[in-house]
């Protein structure tokens, strides 16, 4: 296994000066220039290493912490450092990662969404909303009432108007629409409500969801779903 050093070092090396201009395009403040892509290929041939994941993580960094998401090992991670982490959360990158490649697939995840989507930092709520987005996606096991019981905290997160946390609610809205038939239906009678507020922010959270929810593939996959659930 390598160390934290040797890690760094590879950075430094794979990573360039126009890949960290690159991704300041997108919000991302890289500190090595180096993709996700290439990241998740390095993070297989290192295999899970919590401890180094732990470590990578404390650097600050943007590529340690994504790199850390990889690494790190579900059933180690403890409600302590979920909390930590997401106390750090300073961009949509590692946001978005470790709560889709880590987060979700701890068996703390549940109890966190509630406690998140009330933060008042813009990626700490932002957290929230993506990791309901992601249990979603990846709890196939999760009764509908878990999700049902989602649907007020994003009728309540989306009328905050900053860019990520609106973002955040309409990737969580549309997750649980994609599951099947009966959250479907649930889904767009929310993103309906909210598309008709008096709120700018929850009127584009509704439009923006209703867009996604309202066409013909997305209507077909959650149908499919339900057939196949038969």
Not at 96 to 123: I, Y
Not at 166 to 181: D, E, M, P, Q, T
Request: charged share 25%; with cysteine.
């Amino acid at each position: 296994m390598p160390s934290k050093r040797e890690v760094l070092a590879w950075m430094a090396r794979a990573g360039s000066r126009k890949n960290v201009e690159g991704m300041r395009r997108y919000a991302l403040p890289g500190h090595f220039g180096i993709s996700v892509a290439v990241l998740q290929k390095y993070a297989k041939g290192i295999g899970a290493d919590h401890a180094l994941a732990v470590q990578l993580w404390k650097t600050g960094w943007l590529e340690p912490q994504i790199l850390a998401s990889f690494l790190a090992d579900p059933a180690k991670v403890t409600p302590a450092l979920m909390d930590d982490w997401c106390k750090d959360f300073d961009n949509w990158g590692p946001t978005d990662t470790v709560c889709f490649k880590l987060f979700d697939r701890s068996p703390h995840a549940w109890k966190m969404v509630p406690k998140w989507v009330k933060r008042k930092g813009e990626f700490q709520k932002r957290a929230g909303f993506v990791l309901m987005a992601c249990l979603a996606q990846h709890d196939k096991r999760a009764p509908d009432d878990r999700f049902l019981k989602y649907l007020p905290m994003i009728e309540r997160g989306a009328v905050d108007d900053r860019n990520f946390v609106k973002k955040g609610v309409s990737w969580a809205l549309r997750g649980i629409g994609h599951r099947n038939a009966t959250l479907h239906a649930a889904a767009i009678q929310t993103a309906t409500a909210l598309s008709k507020s008096d709120d700018a922010p929850s009127r584009w959270v509704g439009k923006d969801a209703l867009r996604d929810l309202t066409r013909p593939a997305v209507i077909t996959k959650v149908a499919q779903k339900d057939r196949h659930a038969r």
